[in-house]
């Protein structure tokens, strides 16, 4: 999924600031620094802090969000609301609900930003790249971690399982309820829809152009199918096209498709990974069985480019015994025990 030309990044917004809400914006603040400090979107990183504008889907949750930004929590830098007539000024087409706009938001390329990444860690980091399945097998204290064809290429400790969809395939988290959702961005050349210098989103979504390119998504499909369809083309044109106020068109079927790695709760999972296999009774996380040595960085659903750092510390941190990057509640909702708990208070 991450092989997708552009990603698009912004904070959410809900009435109670709820669990998801929170870690959205803790995982969103957090990325926004880190790659300011890899050198910054639009420098090192491909892409644009163009804002997000963010439009309402009706006059009731229009309400909603005028409620939330009469708490006058947020910084306008971080969230403002923007009533009907200055959001239509802004999109150039009618916002009769009005808009949240997100000046910190805009896109990145998901590529840019693992290579960008990748190259932070130096001679830290040995990189081995492989098109083949791996497997993972206990040895004596560590894990082994095999090609299809059996042939060992590292033997570790401690591994992490960062796989997206990929990772139910492996025996050790065959048991994770990850669900693999069908997505397709629709990729139009520059001039087929009004151009706009930000990022604008409802029920689809809208990139500035890029080297001629702008791109437009992204369905939610329910199939495995990974060609292209016109199907999905025609419903991402429809989406957009409502949005800007234009004539819905016909253009060649260019774009990606890729899976959404997601969970029940469309939560990631960063942690160690229970072993479903050794029975017990569990009242907290902590009881439940876990793998030894085995992590997981999953389920990154559609907000992959700024669930990967924030998961990816929390991780580290818990590997390394320093404090953590998020208050216990939060990181507990992400553990990937969460579900092997429940099942287990459940059968209780
Ligand atoms: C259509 C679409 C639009 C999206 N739009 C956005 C967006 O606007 N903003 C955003 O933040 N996110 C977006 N996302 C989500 C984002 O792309 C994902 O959350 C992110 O790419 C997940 O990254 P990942 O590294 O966990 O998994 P992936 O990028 O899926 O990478 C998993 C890797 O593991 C490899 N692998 C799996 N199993 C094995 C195995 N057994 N052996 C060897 N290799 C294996 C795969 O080949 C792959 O390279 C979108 C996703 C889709 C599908």
Redesign the pocket.
């Known amino acids: ?4 030309l ?4 912004m904070p959410l917004m809900s009435k109670d600031d709820n669990i998801a809400t929170r870690l959205v914006r803790a995982a969103y603040l957090y990325s926004l620094n880190r790659w300011k400090d890899l050198g910054g979107i639009g420098a090192a990183i491909e892409g644009a802090q163009c804002g997000v504008l963010h439009l309402a889907r009706d006059g009731a949750h229009a309400q909603v969000q005028r409620q939330i930004a009469a708490s006058g929590l947020y910084p306008r830098a971080f969230a403002r609301w923007l009533e009907a007539p200055e959001a239509t000024a802004m999109l150039g087409a009618p916002a009769p609900d009005g808009a949240w706009w997100f000046e910190q938001g805009g896109w990145a390329r ?1 590529a840019s930003v693992c290579a960008a990444m990748l190259d932070a860690c130096g001679a830290l980091l040995t990189r081995r790249f ?1 098109s ?4 993972l097998e206990r040895g004596d204290g560590e894990w082994l971690v095999r090609e299809a064809d059996g042939a060992l290429i590292a033997a570790a400790p401690t591994v992490i399982l ?6 139910v ?2 025996e050790q988290a065959a048991g994770l309820p990850l669900d693999a959702v069908r ?3 629709t990729h139009l050349a520059e001039g087929s829809l009004p151009s706009l210098p930000f990022v604008v989103c409802r029920e689809a ?1 809208m990139t500035p152009a890029h080297q001629g390119v702008v791109c437009v ?2 369905s939610y499909d329910a199939d495995a199918d990974a060609k292209l369809r016109p199907s999905s083309q025609e419903e991402n044109i429809a989406k957009i096209a409502d949005i800007l106020d234009v004539a819905p068109f016909e253009a060649p079927l260019a774009g ?6 997601m969970a029940a709760d469309r939560l990631p999972l960063a942690g160690a990974l229970p072993d479903p296999g050794t029975p017990g009774r569990c009242e907290r996380l902590r009881d439940v069985p876990r793998w030894p040595g085995l992590f997981g ?2 389920g ?9 750092p924030l998961a990816a510390e929390l991780l580290a941190c818990q590997l390394e015994g320093e404090p953590l990057p998020l208050e216990r509640q939060l990181a507990e909702a992400l553990d990937p025990a969460r579900f092997l708990l429940r099942e287990r208070r459940r059968a209780a």
């Not at 999924?1 to 997708?4: I, P, V």
């Not at 083949?132 to 497997?135: D, Q, W």
């Not at 960062?162 to 990772?167: I, K, N, V, Y």
């Not at 990606?256 to 790695?261: A, I, M, S």
Request: include cysteine; glycine fraction near 18%; charge should be positive.
């Open positions: 999924a991450s092989g997708n552009a990603g698009i990044f998901p492989s083949s399945a791996l497997r960062a796989a997206g969809t990929g990772a395939d492996f997505g397709q961005v979504y998504g992204a990606r498709t890729g899976f959404r790695c960085l999953l990154y659903a559609s907000r992959g480019l700024i669930w990967a």
